[in-house]
C-alpha cells in the first residue's frame, strides 16, 4: 500500500517517516510543499547578540533555528556564537515543539525543553508552568504565517515574548507537476499526510482537480491536532491524527486507519 506524505525530504540520511511506515510494509513517497524566505536575519543576530535582555528562547518550527544557521553562518557571528552567546543562551530555557526542531537545536549547541508538548498549546501551558510572570521577554523566532495561541496564552498569564518574523512560506514551484507526476505514475495512494496547515492549503487546490473521485478513496492523515484541524476546516475528512509529531507515532496511526479490524 503507498502513502504520501507532503513534506520536504531530510536534509541528510534516509527520512524516518519513510523508514517507519516501511517497517507496516507501506511504501511511503515525499513531494516538498513548501519554499521559506528568510527575512530580518541582521535583526535576529542583534538580539542573538544580548542573551541578557531575555529570559530564554521559543521554537515552534524548524525553519526558525534555520534561521539561527543562517544568521551563524558568517565566521565573525559564527566565532561570537561559539565564544560566549551560545553558552549564555545556554544558561536559559531553550522551549521547543516536537523532536525535529529538539534536534536543530541541539546543533546549534542548545539544550532543548518541552519537545515532548507536541504542538503550541501544550507548549504554552509547559512554558508557564516554568516562567514567572513579568519576567524578562522570551524571544521568539517565527514565521509570517504562526498561529496566535501560543502568544495569547502567554500574554494571559503575563509572561513576556518578544516575536520577530525570520521567515515567510510560499508554495514550493514545482508542486503542481509533482502531484499531477506522482498520481500519473503511482495512481491513487492508501493515504495522504499533511505536516502543516500550510500545507493543507496549497496543496488541497491542486488534489481536488485531479480527475476521478480522488479525495473519497484516500484516508488522509495529520502530524498533529492543528494540522487536522485545517485539514477539516477545509472540508477534509481525518481518518487519523499520530499522537505525538513524530515518525514512529504517526506510521503507527496510519496502519491503524488502514486495517481497522486487525486493532
Known amino acids: 500500500m503507498k502513502v504520501l506524505l507532503l513534506k520536504d525530504p531530510k536534509d541528510s540520511g534516509p527520512d524516518p517517516y519513510i523508514k517507519e511506515l516501511g517497517l507496516y510494509s507501506l511504501?511511503?513517497?515525499?513531494?516538498?510543499?513548501?519554499?521559506?524566505?528568510?527575512?530580518?536575519?541582521?535583526?535576529?543576530?542583534?538580539?542573538?547578540?544580548?542573551?541578557?535582555?531575555?529570559?530564554?528562547?521559543?521554537?515552534?518550527?524548524?525553519?526558525?533555528?534555520?534561521?539561527?544557521?543562517?544568521?551563524?553562518e558568517e565566521s565573525s557571528k559564527k566565532e561570537a556564537w561559539s565564544k560566549s552567546l551560545k553558552q549564555m543562551w545556554n544558561m536559559k530555557p531553550t522551549y521547543v515543539v516536537g523532536k525535529a526542531t529538539a534536534s536543530l537545536v541541539e546543533e546549534l549547541g542548545l539544550t532543548p525543553q518541552g519537545e515532548k508538548s507536541g504542538n503550541a498549546e501544550k507548549l504554552a501551558e509547559y512554558i508557564c508552568s516554568r516562567e514567572k510572570p513579568n519576567s524578562s521577554a522570551l524571544l521568539f523566532p517565527c514565521g509570517a504565517l504562526k498561529r496566535e495561541v501560543l502568544p495569547t496564552v502567554l500574554r494571559e498569564k503575563g509572561i513576556p515574548l518578544e516575536g520577530l518574523t525570520v521567515y515567510q512560506t510560499t508554495q514550493h514551484p514545482d508542486l503542481q507537476e509533482s502531484l499531477?507526476?506522482?498520481?500519473?505514475?503511482?495512481?491513487?495512494?492508501?493515504?495522504?499526510?499533511?505536516?502543516?496547515?500550510?500545507?493543507?492549503?496549497?496543496c488541497l487546490q491542486h488534489i481536488q482537480k485531479l480527475p476521478g473521485d480522488v479525495i473519497n478513496q484516500i484516508k488522509?492523515?495529520?502530524?498533529?491536532?492543528?494540522?487536522?484541524?485545517?485539514?477539516?476546516?477545509?472540508?477534509?475528512?481525518?481518518?487519523?491524527?499520530?499522537?505525538?509529531?513524530?515518525a514512529q507515532d504517526l506510521a503507527a496511526a496510519i496502519h491503524t486507519a488502514l486495517h481497522p479490524h486487525n486493532c
Not at 50 to 67: N, Q
Not at 228 to 241: K, R
Open 220 to 246: 488522509f492523515a495529520a502530524i498533529g491536532p492543528t494540522t487536522a484541524e485545517a485539514m477539516g476546516a477545509a472540508g477534509i475528512s481525518v481518518s487519523c491524527t499520530a499522537g505525538t509529531p513524530s
Open 180 to 202: 499531477s507526476t506522482y498520481f500519473s505514475q503511482q495512481g491513487i495512494p492508501a493515504s495522504v499526510v499533511f505536516f502543516s496547515p500550510s500545507g493543507v492549503k496549497f
Open 27 to 72: 511504501e511511503a513517497t515525499l513531494i516538498p510543499v513548501l519554499s521559506f524566505e528568510f527575512l530580518s536575519l541582521e535583526s535576529l543576530f542583534e538580539k542573538l547578540s544580548h542573551p541578557e535582555c531575555y529570559g530564554g528562547l521559543v521554537f515552534t518550527s524548524p525553519r526558525a533555528t534555520e534561521a539561527i544557521k543562517m544568521c551563524l
